[in-house]
Each structure stands twice: as C-alpha cells, then as structure tokens.
C-alpha cells in the first residue's frame, strides 16, 4: 500500500512530510495491508506527539517526576534536585537498564528515547544499528535517529522485531500497545488514533 501526503496530511497534519520515508519503511518491513499500517500509524502517532517530536520529553516538575517514576523518586525531596533538568532526568531513571551503564555513565541521556517509537537505551540502540546499517553507527551517532528516513526506519524495525504484523492482523491494539509501552499507557488515545487511520487510509 502506498500512502500520499494528501492522506497523511488529514491523518496528522505534520505526517504528511514523513511520506516518502513512511513508504519506504512501510514496504521494507512488509506494514503492507491496511490493518497492519493503519495500527502502525496510530502507534506512532501517539508516541511522537502526532509526528511532532523525534525524540522524548524530560523536562519534568518535581510533582510530574513523582507522579511518573515514582521509583526512581519516591518524594517530593527525592525529586526537587532533578527538576526541570532533562539529562540529569534521563540518566537517573535509564541507568542500569537496556545496556546501558550507571547514572554517572551519561548513557541514559545519550540513549534517551528517539525516532517515531521511541527507540531507547544502548542494547536497542545496538541492536536497532546493526539491523539498519550493519554496524554501530548510532552508538556514536544516536542523533541520526531524528532523520525522517532513520526514524521512520527504526520505527519499521522495532515493529518487525516485536512481530507486530500479526498482532495488528488480529486486531490486537491492547496487545501492540503493551509490546512497545510495557504497558497501556495512552490506550485511549492510540485507539483514537487508530480510528482516525481507517478513515483516511483506503
């Protein structure tokens, strides 16, 4: 299926200057029938903000930090030094996960999330690299993940190496939603995501 600026200017309306790097992703990972790209849009859709960011928010309050990594910061003290500070953010809640090395490393910031799904972490990174370029570029270069065609790309890969072709061929929303959040954090708004797909994608 081939998908028009047209189409995706009244899907979102900053999608339609990802056309050509949405086809090519599209077709290299086999999002080849309306629900598996109808699904794959609204996935992305959502995690970029209606394909207005290609890369993660962590300009946190110390209210928002409690309320969103209540692990990493049990309290209103615990958070009150990392407010407002993105990078110290990222490197406190990202050490130690998905390869990536302790706060002091810098790895959660440099490996925060980034592409139209929010590639995060050095093991993805890695692995996601490897997939795209056949080396590590992106442990070097993780920037290269707010290109429209990188982001579009690893947005392809990551749905392929979660085997989301099949759940979207069953329907399963719930079920990709959980592959790439861990969660159902923003179901309702994936759904109206979802929605707005079938009818604009013929």
Not at 41 to 57: T, V
Not at 124 to 139: E, G, H, T
Request: hydrophobic share 40%.
């Amino acid at each position: 299926m081939i998908l028009t600026a047209h189409s995706l200017h009244r899907f979102a309306g900053c999608a339609e200057g990802f056309t050509d790097a949405l086809n090519h992703a599209a077709a290299h990972w086999q999002i080849d029938t309306r629900d598996r790209l109808c699904h794959w849009l609204a996935q992305l859709a959502h995690e970029s903000g209606g394909f207005s960011r290609l890369e993660e928010n962590l300009n946190y309050s110390a209210d928002g930090l409690v309320k969103t990594f209540r692990k990493y910061f049990p309290s209103l003290a615990d958070a009150a030094p990392y407010a407002r500070q993105p990078e110290k953010i990222a490197n406190r809640v990202y050490a130690n996960r998905n390869g990536n090395g302790d706060e002091a490393s810098g790895d959660g910031w440099k490996f925060r999330g980034r592409g139209l799904i929010q590639i995060t972490g050095r093991r993805n990174y890695q692995r996601c690299s490897r997939a795209l370029f056949a080396n590590d570029s992106l442990l070097t270069k993780p920037e290269l993940l707010l290109e429209h065609e990188h982001a579009a790309q690893s947005a392809g890969w990551y749905w392929s190496a979660n085997n989301l072709n099949k759940l979207a061929d069953a329907d399963d929303i719930e079920g990709i939603t959980r592959a790439i959040n861990g969660g159902l954090t923003g179901i309702g708004d994936r759904m109206e995501w979802l929605a707005r797909a079938r009818e604009v994608i013929a």
